[in-house]
């Protein structure tokens, strides 16, 4: 069975290890206490911290712990759709201009956020959509945020289809049907903290579909999973998250961070230390 408690599965986490797959570390939540953050995930065998862009206000900040952490803290490029204004195309010329010159792993987070303002709603579709093409050309996984959006996601990647695109819908917002579109398309589901949450239906999704098809994440400082709701989240938690899933699927928590890890590896081009 299952671990179903912190204490329960502190012991399985000597033989386990995890990757959160999307963690805001470099935000200004962390700016205090970011080495106690990374050794705590480590701690917890999150080996690793994939970091997501925002823009290029945020990027120095990323950039700066990615060379602290190497090896611990991949990165992506990418717009933020909540970024999305009306010089877009400037900070879409300035992912251009650096893209070359580190090492990302995937291109993100990207796509379409209709919760905050629509007033850039077609700009959004235009940066997204430059994004999508980006990953393509280089081969490197998308990683999408589908806030309120998912009808506009699915059709701007329409054109898409069947072009070996790949990557993560992150923070999965939908249902059973929109999770079997996301996987038709050759995305995983990125699974994090809100699986936890009592009524917001995650459950259900994560029950219906292969391990498989689902990463890990965490979404960090946001999101916290049950029993830490409304305190900062890191990547620390993802055990957390790890054992709510491995309960749904009635497997060992082992079994989990293995099949999750395999499959953030392989998407992502990254090895483990």
Known sequence: MPPSSLHQYSYYLCMMQFIDTHTHLYAE??????????AHALENKVIKLILPD??????????ALHTRYPEQC?????????????NYREELEAIESIIDLHPFCGIGETGIDLYWDKTFLPQQIDSFTYQVELALKRDLPLVIHARKSL?????????????????????FPGNIQGAQHVIDLGFLLG????????????AEVVKHFDLEYIVLETDSPYLSPTPLRGKRNDSGNIPLI?????????????????????????????GIL
């Open 191 to 202: 699974i994090g903290g809100v699986v936890t949450y009592k009524n917001a239906g995650m």
């Open 29 to 38: 939540e962390f700016r205090e206490d970011i080495d106690q953050v990374v």
């Open 151 to 171: 009808n506009e996601i699915f059709s701007a990647l329409h054109p898409y289809r069947n072009k070996g695109l790949k990557g993560i819908f992150h923070c």
């Open 74 to 86: 991949p990165m992506m490029i990418g717009l933020h759709p909540t970024s999305v204004k009306a």
């Open 242 to 270: 790890a054992a709510c899933i491995a309960g749904l699927k009635h497997c060992e928590v082992a079994e989990v961070a293995e099949i999750t890890r395999e499959n953030a590896m392989e998407l992502f081009g990254i």
């Open 54 to 63: 925002i823009d290029n206000e945020t990027r120095g900040a990323m950039i």
